[in-house]
T-cell receptor, first 111, second 111 residues
């Protein structure tokens, strides 16, 4: 049983759709939650960082954390072909800095 | 401000050869990490360094050694390469709370 489980995908949506990407976790010690975007043959880049339960919005992206259900989501509004990438969730316990990553969900947005 | 840099970008080794992957960051981060990424297996932590002068094993340390040369640089050494070490290697750095910044990766093939 992995500590972090991510919806495997792949996911294919038409341009303009709302996308929901999800991860669940089993350890309540996780306190910091991140989403990374990884384009093909590139390194992951930090997209969103959240600490508390609730929503955090940045442009077309919203990160949601529900600590009671041990569930995090990333929503992408008005999805664009440039959003086509693999999305990785990650979470960290306290200030240790070492993160546990999900296996990633590959998203394709079709024009 | 280059962020995290890695050299080389590509490398082909024969079984039994050795090599060192170099990583440097200019963000004054305390923590640095080495990951490998294989298809279907997500990011797996090889070694990490929480601060200058300290290193710790991650999930898959066998066959690797690391050196935290100073605050900026963290190198990964393969003493006797094996085909199972064919992978994409990413270096990352972070502040203590967990959000990590990744380099562009090194694609290593061992024949």
């Amino acid at each position: 049983q992995k500590e972090v489980e991510q919806d495997p995908g792949p996911l294919s949506v038409p341009e303009g759709a709302i996308v929901s990407l999800n991860c669940t976790y089993s350890n309540s010690a996780f306190q910091y939650f991140m989403w990374y975007r990884q384009y093909s043959r590139k390194g992951p880049e930090l997209l969103m960082y959240t600490y508390s339960s609730g929503n955090k919005e940045d442009g077309r992206f919203t990160a949601q954390v529900d600590k009671s259900s041990k569930y995090i989501s990333l929503f992408i509004r008005d999805s664009q072909p440039s959003d086509s990438a693999t999305y990785l969730c990650a979470m960290t316990k306290g200030n240790a800095g070492k993160s546990t990553f999900g296996d990633g969900t590959t998203l394709t947005v079709k024009p | 401000n280059a962020g995290v840099t890695q050299t080389p970008k590509f490398q082909v080794l024969k079984t039994g050869q050795s090599m060192t992957l170099q990583c440097a960051q200019d963000m004054n981060h305390n923590s640095m990490y080495w990951y490998r990424q294989d298809p279907g297996m997500g990011l797996r932590l090889i070694y990490y360094s929480a601060s200058e002068g300290t290193t710790d094993k991650g999930e898959v340390p066998n066959g690797y050694n690391v050196s935290r040369l100073n605050k900026r640089e963290f190198s990964l050494r393969l003493e006797s390469a094996a085909p199972s070490q064919t992978s994409v290697y990413f270096c990352a750095s972070s502040v203590s709370r967990g959000e990590q910044y990744f380099g562009p990766g090194t694609r290593l093939t061992v024949t």
